[in-house]
């Protein structure tokens, strides 16, 4: 994420300027992306969603925003805890996100779900660069948080198996 807020803040983490420099570059990109997922892509399937299955569909998407949520802060909190600055804003979020546009051409549970999931597969692999790139770097706290959280979401504890046993479902 190319920006302009290159002023690090002093911190007692124990890691070179320029490591912690390079992390913030991959976390802002994945804060963007957490809350795209979060506060437009899911909510809009939230609010939209209409068919037989109605009400379970609209409780799960709830749900998988409020566990989003959780992880917003974690990153947001790791980036300033590195000394830089947590963008955003829901203007850098639609900007730097690396989701496609979500689709709103149909309200039919089982679309939200197919796009859901579809974007759900780009996010965990976003994550798994980001992984990558924090352990080169040698941390290992924003590796591990990261690690757990894409755990979550690819094993279905969290979420994605109540999406796959729906879209059977349906």
């Not at 609010?47 to 609209?58: C, E, R």
Request: glycine content about 6%.
């Amino acid at each position: 994420m190319n920006n302009n807020h290159r002023c690090f803040y002093s911190t007692h983490i124990d890691l070179l300027l320029e490591f912690r420099t390079q992390i913030v570059e991959v976390l802002n990109p994945t804060l963007a992306t957490t809350l795209d997922k979060k506060k437009n892509q899911v909510k809009q399937a939230h609010w939209n969603v209409k068919g037989i299955n109605f009400y379970q569909l609209h409780e799960l998407f709830d749900a998988i925003a409020s566990e989003l949520e959780r992880y917003i802060d974690l990153f947001a909190e790791r980036i300033t805890a590195l000394g830089g600055v947590a963008l955003g804003t829901a203007r850098i979020a639609a900007q730097y996100s690396t989701l496609p546009e979500y689709p709103l051409e149909n309200s039919e549970g089982k679309y939200h779900l197919q796009a859901l999931a579809e974007r759900l597969a780009i996010y965990a692999m976003s994550l798994r660069e980001s992984i990558d790139v924090t352990v080169d770097l040698g941390d290992a706290d924003t590796s591990e948080s990261t690690r757990k959280f894409r755990g979550r979401l690819t094993r279905g504890c969290g979420f994605s198996m109540p999406i796959c046993k729906l879209k059977k479902k349906l």
